[in-house]
């Protein structure tokens, strides 16, 4: 595995982009940089996703058994993260939280 950045003045080699990673740069309000910073056009709240995912999901779970909204609750989260443009592993581990501590209300009864 070779990590190179393309270079087109050679072309004895052929090169093959995998995957692209963003450079962040963090500077003080008032550094000189700060005039050439661009501001990032995807979502910026992944936190609020994964608040609505949670609280849909323990919600559910108050009713229905954890497992199975758990099975159908994954492959949406995971497909409207990426949908969104964020990293879907946090949203997803928020969703097993939710179904994992709904048992500890009382409405939740594992006899229901």
């Known amino acids: ?5 393309t270079d087109n003045r050679n072309s004895d080699y052929e090169y093959l982009l995998i995957k692209t990673c963003e450079t962040v740069l963090a500077v003080e309000k008032n550094h000189p940089l ?5 501001p990032r056009k995807d979502f910026l709240y992944p936190y609020i996703i994964m608040a ?3 609280t849909i ?6 009713a229905m ?3 199975a909204t758990l099975t159908i609750f994954i492959p949406l989260v ?4 990426l949908k969104i443009g964020i990293d879907p592993r946090a949203v997803v581990v928020g969703v097993l ?3 994992c501590i709904s048992i500890m209300t009382p ?6």
């Open 57 to 62: 999901l323990f919600l559910l779970t108050q």
């Open 52 to 54: 609505v995912f949670f």
């Open 34 to 38: 700060i005039k050439k910073a661009q």
């Open 97 to 99: 939280t939710a179904s």
């Open 1 to 5: 595995m070779i990590l190179a950045t």
């Open 65 to 67: 058994s954890n497992l």
């Open 107 to 112: 409405m939740a009864a594992p006899c229901l």
């Open 78 to 81: 995971t497909s409207a993260c």
